[in-house]
């Protein structure tokens, strides 16, 4: 007799949804040095160059990959040997910093996308303790694992010097719309930033399940570290086909969320993306998810619209839309999850 593969049905995404065998890599996403914006001697020319690459890739693919951007990379190899520690602890150490209904933070091995489960485990924390409760009634303080020792150091250090990525990466964001460099910033002053931690164990049916399923990142920007796997599709604007995202060591992955969609007037566009899981190796990754604060109301920017070009959104406010989304990711739902095309005017 074979081996039979027990298939779980709740991690079946439907055919249409199913990743093909084969995922390209080629004509994958554009790649920016960032170092300009570490030298003082940069000429004018050359930072007016990055800027016009980061308008490109935000326009074009909603996706890109910097290099030279600041994070050490002791700090980025520190903050995957603590995941993969954290993730490889004994199921009672991860259960004591388990999430739950009033704190969604810690450790969690059961998300939806889109009603369908996710092959993964994860670990959240946020950047910015709001104080005991938020505005939405949830109680988001950070749960620090007993295992690896280090854990809350590593990632408060890992944090600190990716937020001043962030801040660089909205400044050539606000300048790629023709706006004052810092015009985005005040959004941020108590912004609702989290790191999470993905683990996607080895998958017996990789053909049907995926470790995310296809989604668009709700908040402002992602600053995504993947290791040397491979797994990250994204969904390529010009023609629709998925292609693989191809690891480069110590780089960042960045995309543009939904909120800059609608900040921009959808000049960008927030691309979909999903994970592949495969049978033979892990897969580790470190999302970084910049986002305003719960006070929010999303509009497209008033410099942005006129007459010609009128407001292609209502407005909305993030911390309700981010605590609509958040209900429908624990646990599997009969609706759609909320999504900003509710708010686009026809
Ligand atoms: O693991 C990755 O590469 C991406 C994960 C992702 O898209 C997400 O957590 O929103
Ligand atoms: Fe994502």
Redesign the pocket.
């Given at each position: 007799m074979g081996h039979q593969v027990e298939v779980d049905q709740a991690f079946v995404q439907s055919p249409e949804h199913r990743p093909k065998p084969v995922i390209s890599e080629a004509g994958s996403i554009p790649l920016i040095d960032l170092s300009p914006l570490f030298s003082d001697s940069a000429a004018t020319a050359v930072q007016a160059t990055l800027v016009e690459q980061v308008e490109a890739a935000s326009r074009d693919w909603g996706f890109f990959q910097v290099i030279n951007h600041g994070v050490p990379v002791d700090l980025l190899k520190a903050a995957e040997t603590a995941e993969r520690e954290f993730f490889a602890s004994s199921e009672e150490e991860k259960k004591k910093v388990r999430r739950d209904e009033v704190n969604p933070l810690g450790y969690y091995e059961s998300e939806h996308t889109k009603n369908v489960r996710d092959w993964k485990e994860v670990f959240d924390m946020v950047l910015h303790e709001p104080g005991v409760v938020d505005v939405s009634g949830l109680e988001l303080k950070n749960k620090w694992p007993q295992v690896p020792l280090g854990f809350r150091e590593t990632f408060e250090e890992y944090a600190k010097s990716v937020e001043k990525l962030a801040f660089r990466l909205l400044e050539l964001i606000a300048l790629s719309l023709n706006l004052p460099p810092q015009r985005l910033n005040v959004f941020f002053e108590e912004q609702t930033t989290f790191i999470?931690l993905?683990h996607?164990p080895p998958c017996p049916y990789p053909d049907l399940a995926l470790?995310?399923g296809r989604?668009k990142?709700a908040g402002a920007l992602?600053v995504?570290y993947?290791d040397s796997t491979g797994?990250?599709d994204v969904k390529r604007k010009s023609d629709g086909e998925w292609v693989r995202?191809k690891p480069i060591p110590n780089a960042f992955?960045i995309n543009v969320g939904d909120i800059i969609q609608v900040w921009s007037n959808d000049k960008y566009e927030s691309a979909e993306?999903?994970?592949s899981v495969n049978s033979a190796k892990d897969?580790f990754?470190i999302?970084f998810?910049f986002n305003p604060a719960s006070h929010t109301n999303v509009k497209p920017l008033e410099e942005l619209v006129d007459e010609t070009n009128p407001a292609k959104y209502d407005e909305y406010n993030w911390g309700d839309f981010f605590k609509t989304r958040k209900d429908s990711n624990y646990k599997k739902l009969e609706v759609e999850n909320i999504q900003i095309t509710h708010f686009k005017r026809v």
């Open positions: 999470r993905n996607y470790g995310v989604h990142d992602t995504l993947q797994g990250l995202v992955i993306h999903r994970v897969r990754s999302p998810f």
